[in-house]
């Protein structure tokens, strides 16, 4: 199956600073989305971004799909960012599934 | 109500009991998932629901995971005689539409420590 993979696995920013996330994934997509997961385990869906880009508010996310990877740009990052982020693919072939890659795991200190 | 609701948040089982855990999707969605969550990992596929159709159980790990939404709305995941292995969050999620770019949404999730 296809695979997804994230980076860096760990993350640890001071409040204020920008920081980038990549997704690698290893066949074509027609659906990426990127979540934030909260400390509470709470999943939110982010962005919906199989190719282009993307804003809302502080966040930004690009998909290059010809070179099979999405990015995710925090800026000036606060507190509350902190939690995993975790990309998804659903890969060409398949039905209504995502993939999920194991997550950058953000913590954001004051 | 205003999300995924599910239930219990919590769930201890001894193993080999038989567990039910409850999916409330955001009403009128059509679009309904089961993933599992392990301590660390990101979520993988279980099964999709579109309405009452069952269309895709391919991540079940065993036939004792069982799922259903008989009336194209709450869904029930069962997990027969369960093992340690099945310790993990399970989560429910729902689409308004069955199209790719329909927002998930997801539940808190049932935790499940199998003894």
């Known amino acids: 199956g296809i695979q997804v993979e994230q980076s860096p696995p760990d993350l640890i920013l001071q409040e204020g600073a920008n920081s980038t996330l990549r997704c690698n994934f290893s066949?074509?997509?027609?659906?990426l989305q990127w979540f934030h997961q909260n400390p509470w385990g709470q999943l939110i869906n982010l962005f919906y971004?199989?190719?282009g880009t993307k804003q809302n508010g502080r966040l930004s996310a690009t998909t290059v799909a010809t070179e099979r990877y999405s990015l995710l740009y925090i800026s000036s990052s606060q507190t509350t960012d902190s939690g995993v982020y975790f990309c998804?693919?659903?890969?060409?072939?398949?039905?209504?599934?995502?993939?999920f890659g194991e997550g950058t795991q953000l913590t954001v200190n004051p | 109500g205003a999300g995924v609701s599910q239930s219990p948040r919590y769930k201890v089982a001894k193993r080999g009991q038989d567990v039910a855990l409850r999916c409330d999707p955001i009403?009128?969605?059509?679009?309904l998932f089961w993933y599992q969550q392990a301590l660390g990992q990101g979520p993988e596929f279980l099964t999709y629901?579109?309405?009452?159709?069952?269309?895709?159980k391919s991540g079940l790990p065993s036939d004792r995971f069982f799922a259903e939404r008989p009336e194209g709305s709450v869904s029930t995941l069962k997990i027969q005689r369960t093992q340690q292995e099945d310790s993990a969050v399970y989560l429910c999620a729902s689409s308004f539409t069955h199209r790719r770019n329909s927002p998930l949404h997801f539940g808190n999730g049932t935790r499940l420590t199998v003894t």
């Open positions: 629901f579109q309405n009452e159709a069952q269309l895709d």
């Open positions: 066949d074509s997509v027609n659906n």
């Open positions: 971004i199989p190719s």
């Open positions: 009403s009128g969605h059509v679009s």
């Open positions: 998804a693919v659903d890969p060409e072939t398949s039905g209504s599934r995502l993939t």
